[in-house]
T-cell receptor, first 111, second 115 residues
């Protein structure tokens, strides 16, 4: 059963702590993406990766970091430098041509 | 500067009637457009897409129209059903020459279909 998994569904962290969000796909897609969604806002691109060991900054990369050591995995770290980390985070993947498939999302709340 | 605009935050229609969701874009380089549907606390799901070489694409109850000269696209849902109630995002991309599409999303329109 192919798809994208994100864990956990809900995540709580104290201010000043780094936190890593998991994203795994078994669709054999080359490209993977991280977005954040805030209330009343569209999806904004944080980072994306076209192939293993390569990634590029999106529109709002400040305060975030990623790695792409395996084709299936694209974890996102929200660092303490991110000013407003509380948001709904979405991971997606795509083949070379075609639509992006999204995971179920992780809601991060920083207390 | 918002490159993809969905100017109606919400839309309410009666079951069985037509729903029309609109989207405008400013970047003339966009050549591929998509519509996604999203329920609360879930990831968006792909609905339908259209490339700039077409002006219409149809899939069941969903039809997307593209007017390149006006930089405008619309999603028609006929007939509308209560299960269509969700947030609809318009997205656009520029073929980058690489192996991925970067998508630029609008802010979404909340569609409510009343029984």
């Amino acid at each position: 059963d192919g798809g994208i998994t994100q864990s956990p569904k809900y995540l709580f962290r104290k201010e000043g702590q780094n936190v890593t969000l998991s994203c795994e796909q078994n669709l054999n897609h080359d490209a993977m993406y991280w977005y954040r969604q805030d209330p009343g806002q569209g999806l904004r691109l944080i980072y994306y990766s076209q192939i293993v060991n390569d990634f590029q900054k999106g529109d709002i990369a400040e305060g975030y970091s990623v790695s792409r050591e395996k084709k299936e995995s694209f974890p996102l770290t929200v660092t303490s430098a991110q000013k407003n980390p509380t948001a709904f985070y979405l991971c997606a993947s795509s083949i070379e041509l075609g639509e992006q498939f999204f995971g179920p999302g992780t809601r991060l709340t920083v207390l | 500067d918002q490159q993809v605009k969905q100017n109606s935050p919400s839309l309410s229609v009666q079951e069985g009637r037509i729903s029309i969701l609109n989207c405008d874009y400013t970047n003339s380089m966009f050549d591929y457009f998509l519509w996604y549907k999203k329920y609360p606390a879930e990831g968006p799901t792909f609905l339908i897409s259209i490339s700039s070489i077409k002006d219409k694409n149809e899939d069941g109850r969903f039809t997307v129209f593209l007017n390149k000269s006006a930089k405008h696209l619309s999603l028609h849902i006929v007939p509308s059903q209560p299960g269509d109630s969700a947030v609809y995002f318009c997205a656009a991309s520029v073929w980058s020459g690489g192996s991925n599409y970067k998508l630029t999303f609008g802010k979404g329109t909340l569609l409510t279909v009343n029984p």
